[in-house]
């Protein structure tokens, strides 16, 4: 029957257009509608995305992982006991339950406070959390560690929003918080991680007071160039006292590797 | 103050205006969460019953949000136009349903009224209409704004290209712009959402932009949908800004956890406007919205989410834009939980926004987290389109690979342009024709062969 489709479906001849992005371009028409191969090819990725939302973190395989470089590592959840209360109430994914509380509560004091602790959480994709979020600390760390950055312990939270970091941080007395997260899953990015980071975290703030790195990823933004923007934003943050939307990223003008230049196909001379 | 109705033996009471809109309100998960719904189906019509019977001069004093602490209250109040008002001043909330379905509101009649409109009174109203008048009473409203092109008009849909990238890579951008062009999307505005805030990186954009608009001779417009300081900040660099972009919200504290205020606002739309960078028209602004975005901030004051959305089209309709977005399904199910609140929210925004004077468009979308799918964005999609909608968005294949969630295609524009009847802006219209991208004559068929302008560029490619 495929016969029958290639005579009917007005194909696009821009298909060499794909190597540049992964947007689905150049699909082809029916009329003026979507063909059969694509909106079928579509369905499939939504409902991959929608498995990905209700994966589970697996908190024991990510805690050795980072036991093993080092870290000092804390397990916690927060408030929301399950994922279907999770997405329906995101107040709860902001705090900490009682348990997890208690437990950073009663930690000995550091002898001198942090000057910065990551927080790890499966957001709407422990998947992203699972790929990305080690591979991310093996690129920044070494950068934290030349400039002589104080590294908290690393916090891994299950059902967690952005600003459970905030009360983690808190208690840990640190002075900046970076939030590790899975964002939410794409179809063509069901493993896209977030970082968030907050000067002064305290309980209550809101997302004017941080800096989001997004789409952090094999096929996104890669570790080393994220670590680089990171390490800009914490660095500014703590000279100039400040975080989010006062803060702005420049860090593109420090950058060598940083692409400067919007030329492109539609742009060229003859 | 109380209010209070009683059915049968039953007097059901509510303690403030805020409590009757609020369990007015159509059921949607962002209203539960904030504790302020209706505990069943029967206290809520009682509370559109008692709604109903509310003179609206009654949303003149007294206020959801407090005036002496809000200064979008202070907004909706002291520019309130009593002139314009008084054509529907003596009816009640009940009797201004009744009033917008005759023949005495028009396309004439709704704009001169709007000024005189408050948001709540227009959200009052709204709750208490089914889906069939809110998109009745949308449709009589014309609400036209202009740049490059001229956006609005009567049998018309426009759509914003959103070429996005997860990288923000610039050729990557172009391919989506080259598809969206072929399939006739972008009269809108050709809207990037950047992946950073950076401000060089949101200039090579710009530039980018700028450059294709020029090179192609497209009537629209561009925008980089950055924050407004960092829009303000490369206008002050030199970088050739059409649209000055933010999303907006209906009270001062949920605009704060947004970075803003009325006075940046201002600042963005003065900047924007010193560029004189129109050529048919001086709507510089690009506003987002979408409920459940106070709650999220936790600067809701107790009002449902619905009302305080509307109020949000206030602070829009100040700066005079040129296209207001709801971006109805993105915030997720803790704020709309599935295709059946998503639809009915996506109407009333439209309806809303229309009767306030505000150019609204719509991001039929949905996240995957959402109970929704496709068959629930035709759904929207076909009723705002017949509701008069003034621009979707058009993204390839429906998926947004920036920002993750999926919205409507260039194909879904086509659609319903075929079985409605809908064309493009004007301008934007004959450029489709003349550049080849449509067939010649009235028919608004696509091309079946690569316009000769855009030949040279895939040449390019290797």
Known sequence: ?270 | MRYSQSIGTHTYTFDSLREVMAKASPARSGDYLAGVAARDDEERIAAQMALANLPLRTFLNEHVVPYETDEVTRLIIDEHDARAFAVVSHLTVGGFRDWLLSGAANEVSLAALAPGLTPEMVAAVSKICRVQDLILVAQKCRVVTKFRNTIGLKGRLSTRLQPNHPTDDPTGIAASIFDGLMYGSGDAVIGINPATDSIPAVMTLIEMLHEVIQRYNIPTQSCILSHVTTSIEAINRGAPIDLVFQSIAGTEAANKSFGIDLKVLQEGQDAALGLQRGTVGNNVMYFETGQGSALSANAHHGVDQQTIETRAYAVARKFKPLLVNTVVGFIGPEYLYDGKQIIRAGLEDHFCGKLLGVPMGCDICYTNHAEADQNDMDMLLTLLSVAGITFIMGIPGSDDIMLNYQTTSFHDALYARQVLGLKPAPEFEDWLRTSGIFDSGDSLKLADTLPKSFHRALAHLH
């Open chain 1, 1 to 270: 029957m495929s016969n029958d489709s290639d005579a009917i479906v007005v194909k696009n001849p821009w298909g060499k257009l794909r190597q540049h992005t992964s947007a689905r371009i150049a699909l082809g028409r029916s009329g003026t509608s979507l063909p059969t191969g694509p909106h079928l090819e579509f369905q499939l990725a939504h409902a991959r995305a929608r498995n990905a939302v209700h994966h589970e973190l697996n908190t024991v395989a990510l805690s050795d992982a980072l036991r093993a470089r080092g870290f000092d590592v804390i397990t916690a959840h927060s408030a929301a006991e399950s994922r279907p209360v999770y997405l329906q109430r995101p107040d709860k994914g902001r705090r900490l339950d009682a348990p997890s509380r208690s437990a950073l509560e009663i930690r000995p004091a550091d002898t001198e406070p942090a000057d910065v602790v990551f927080v790890i959480g499966d957001g709407l994709s422990a998947l992203a959390i699972e790929e990305n979020a080690v591979a991310f600390l093996d690129a920044v760390m070494p950068s934290l560690k030349a400039d002589h950055w104080r590294v908290g312990p690393v916090v891994v939270v299950s059902q967690a929003r952005v600003a459970v970091g905030d009360e983690v941080a808190e208690v840990l007395g640190a002075k900046i918080v970076v939030v590790l997260i899975g964002e939410r899953p794409g179809l063509s990015s069901p493993d896209s991680m977030g970082i968030y980071m907050t000067l002064g975290p305290r309980s209550g703030m809101t997302d004017e007071s941080r800096n989001c790195i997004s789409n952090v990823r094999v096929e996104g933004l890669r570790y080393d160039l994220a670590a680089h923007k990171l390490l800009y934003l914490m660095t500014e943050a703590k000279k100039r006292g400040l975080s989010g939307v006062l803060l702005k990223d420049e860090a593109e003008d420090l950058s060598s590797n940083a692409v400067t230049t919007g030329q492109n196909f539609l742009l060229s001379a003859d």
